[in-house]
């Protein structure tokens, strides 16, 4: 049976840039510009407060977990009032060693690891769009663990790093993702596997995308009648199914025409049409470019 979160984050490809300790003592407060790119971070011991634009401003302790799927701008800071320092992410991503806010002697008043990756593929906004600003998880050992995985292996430059690196992003993403909430999530896949009805035919989607599917076909794979199934795909995942289902194909067809996987005719009949014209125009419409035009620019 297909999962079509792996599915997801295996078209998007994460790939680890950073990772790196940050800690903060005394009075202190940093205000980070948006940055773009998938942030995380654990928090070792001590605690902070964390206002990330967009979302409600919360106290982050030792155990917790925080995913910023697009890091928007973010203010950290200890408890007592102090003027944020403004820190542009894009100058000091690539920076080593500890990051130190605020009393840079003695003891720390929160310690935490943090890094940030990037997708490889550009269709990132698919996932993006469908997760909150801001991912916070109380008592979470399992990703706390990869993260100081992830800090071990990068900051080593050991034989087979990138790779183990990719698969510990990808395992991190996952594990984030599906300790969210459904209802906790904007309309979109995350809600949608939350539904059982509507998760069985997800997965058929993802696991058949070429197969001729209609709403009356995946109404019967989640056992609800086609208008009940349409209203309750819609609204959960905010496009009517043959929208998602073309969206998925079209996913899977730019992934293929980046990677040069097959010919045109190849491709259009993986993703479910009878013809690389009939294909050529349902990609140009989508996607706003010919097959054979976005293959050469991507």
């Known amino acids: ?26 009075d202190w407060a940093v205000r980070y510009g948006d940055f773009g ?3 995380f971070c654990t928090v070792i011991d001590g ?6 634009d967009g979302a409600e401003a919360v106290t982050i302790e030792a155990g917790d977990f925080i995913f910023l799927p697009a890091t928007p ?32 002697e003695g003891d720390a008043d929160v310690r935490m690891l943090g890094g940030y990756f990037v997708f490889e593929s550009p269709d990132a906004g698919l996932l993006v ?6 991912i916070h998880l109380r008592g ?51 809600r949608g596997l939350s539904d059982p009805r509507l998760a069985a035919a997800i997965r058929q989607i993802h696991g058949a995308p070429a197969r001729a599917w ?17 209203e309750r795909f819609a609204r959960t995942l905010g496009v009517p199914p043959m929208e998602y289902l073309q969206g998925w194909r079209m996913s ?25 014209s009939a294909f050529s125009t349902a990609f140009t419409r989508h996607v706003g470019l010919p097959p054979k035009r976005f293959a050469m620019t991507a």
């Open 47 to 52: 605690r902070c407060r964390l206002a990330v």
């Open 252 to 276: 899977i067809a730019r992934d293929l025409l980046r990677r040069r996987a097959g010919k045109i005719e190849e491709i259009a009949s993986q993703v479910g049409y009878g013809s690389a």
């Open 214 to 230: 209609t709403v009356a076909a995946l109404a019967k794979e989640a056992a609800l009648s086609r208008s009940a199934f349409f």
């Open 73 to 104: 701008g973010f203010t950290m800071s200890g408890f007592e009032p102090a003027e944020p320092v403004v820190v542009d992410p894009h100058a000091t991503a690539g920076l080593a060693g500890e990051v130190r806010h605020g009393r840079q």
């Open 140 to 190: 979470a050992e399992r990703l706390a663990t990869l993260v100081r995985l992830v800090r071990e292996e990068a900051g080593e430059e050991r034989p087979g790093c990138d790779l183990i690196l990719s698969r510990l992003v990808e395992v991190l993403i996952v594990e984030a993702l599906r300790s969210v909430e459904g209802n906790n999530a904007p309309p979109g896949l995350l």
């Open 1 to 26: 049976m297909s999962d079509p979160l792996s599915d997801l984050i295996g078209l998007l490809r994460p790939r680890t840039v950073f990772a790196k300790a940050i800690s903060g003592a005394g």
């Open 37 to 39: 790119h998938p942030g």
């Open 129 to 134: 769009s469908q997760l909150p600003a801001l």
